[in-house]
């Protein structure tokens, strides 16, 4: 049964957007509902018509719950050197590219960051941001936007220079449009890590996207919206959240009969949701939660599938989709010592500027060598590490103490 909701004064509103204070973490929490009804209203317990057992309620901010690091820094960056790896196939051999095309590994590794982000995502709205969906956007769009505007002026910059030595060679363009570098390019090329599929029907899509791989990072941004907003007052209004699970799902399919492109994105719903419910069923040992996981797992084996055009290849990759889930349930529950939790947080930190500049990292070495070899592969992968670790080194001082924040406490 329900708990009695405490009132709230009318100026609650007025600190939705407000940072925890930093010595002070529940100072903005007092006039938050009962746990269980605050955690129902987040909308990240899909599940949460009842507590565990052996649990009255969950705790809902940083203070209450026990400090619990997460090792997965090591993992994203191997996904994210997994996708360098597939979009570099293109530097090496005829043999090193036969052997890596059937196999999309680059696809297989972004999809991972989807479940991962799922995982993540419904963690930090259960303990650090009950009830506060604005700090919560203000800190994604901080971890997103400054690396992403770091690594479109690095692009443009390398993109410039080798312009002026002759034509750039790319690997799915024929000859670079001859408005590049115009002002109108630049400013749709700002937003696309926000907006990218339906950008045509507005007359704002890129001629040339300098960093040609964001789309997978505007897809993030939009589930962190749908989460946050939409989600919230759905799960507010409705006794059975179950629902709104179904809805998310159905809702992501309609693209495969409209072909409506602003509806493309929501067809990765199955990787976010199975992420989601995952954490709970980790995290508080929920048996309805596991069975939501096995479901949306299903459901990513069938997406993926044909996202990989139904090839051989494609029944093993499925596979490895779907495997991703037991190794992240395994990582969340791995204990780490201090000095090693350092160094997969620094690993982590990596994975997401490895992602955004790789791509100009590999036009670079087209243009600049002749030779075709596993080598230059490595080299991309070398080159990409490199070149996001000054990147990071950086923009994330920079947005670090602001993040924190927001957030209400720094990660240890």
């Known amino acids: 049964m329900r708990r009695a909701q405490a009132a709230r004064p009318w100026f609650e509103h007025l600190n939705w957007l407000r940072p ?25 317990s899909l599940f949460a018509s009842r507590s565990p057992p052996g649990r009255d309620a969950k705790p809902t901010n940083a203070a209450a719950q026990p400090a619990c690091y997460r090792a997965f820094g090591a993992f994203r960056l191997f996904l994210a050197l997994l996708v360098v790896l597939s979009h570099s196939r293109d530097l090496g051999s005829a043999g090193a590219i036969a052997a890596l095309k059937p196999w999309g590994l680059g696809n ?72 590049l570098f115009g002002p109108g390019n630049l400013l749709s090329n700002l937003i696309l890590v926000f907006v990218w599929y339906g950008l045509d029907t507005l007359h704002l ?27 919230v007052p759905a799960l507010e209004s409705m006794r059975r959240p179950v629902i709104v699970f179904a809805a998310a799902l159905a809702v992501g399919y309609l693209y495969r009969y409209t072909r409506v492109s602003w509806f493309y994105p929501l067809t990765f719903a199955p990787y976010f949701v199975a992420g989601v419910c995952l954490y709970h069923a980790v995290q508080w040992r ?22 990989a055009d139904r090839t051989r290849e494609a029944l093993i990759g499925g596979v490895l989709v779907v495997a991703i ?32 500049n790789h791509y100009v990292v590999t036009i670079a070495l087209l243009n600049l060598t002749t030779g075709r070899s596993v080598s230059m592969i490595a080299l991309s992968l070398t080159l990409s590490t490199l070149a996001s670790l000054a990147l990071a080194l950086l923009v994330e001082p920079l947005t670090r103490q602001v993040r924190n924040r927001f957030r209400g406490t720094a990660i240890s």
């Open 20 to 44: 925890y204070h930093p010595d002070n973490p529940s100072v903005y929490t007092r006039w938050m509902p009962s746990p269980h009804l605050a955690l129902k209203d987040l909308g990240v």
């Open 286 to 307: 929920d048996r309805a939660a596991l069975i939501g996981a096995g479901v949306a797992l299903a459901l990513c084996y069938h997406h993926y599938y044909g996202y």
């Open 325 to 356: 889930a037991p190794a992240l349930a395994g990582l969340a529950r791995l204990h780490l010592s201090a000095g090693w939790r350092k160094v997969d947080r620094f690993l982590g930190d990596l994975s997401y500027p490895v992602y955004l």
């Open 108 to 179: 297989i590794a972004v999809l991972g960051f989807f479940m991962l982000s799922g995982f993540i995502i419904a963690e930090a709205l259960e303990r650090f941001y009950a009830g506060r969906t604005g700090p919560f956007l203000a800190n994604r769009f901080l971890r997103l936007f400054p690396p992403y505007l770091a690594a479109l002026a690095l692009s443009v910059a390398i993109h410039l220079a080798l312009a002026g030595h002759g034509p750039v060679l790319t690997f799915d363009y024929d000859a670079l449009p001859a408005n």
């Open 205 to 231: 899509a890129p001629v040339y996207p300098f960093v040609r791989y964001v789309w997978a990072v505007s897809v993030e941004w939009l589930f962190y919206v749908l989460i946050a907003v939409v989600f």
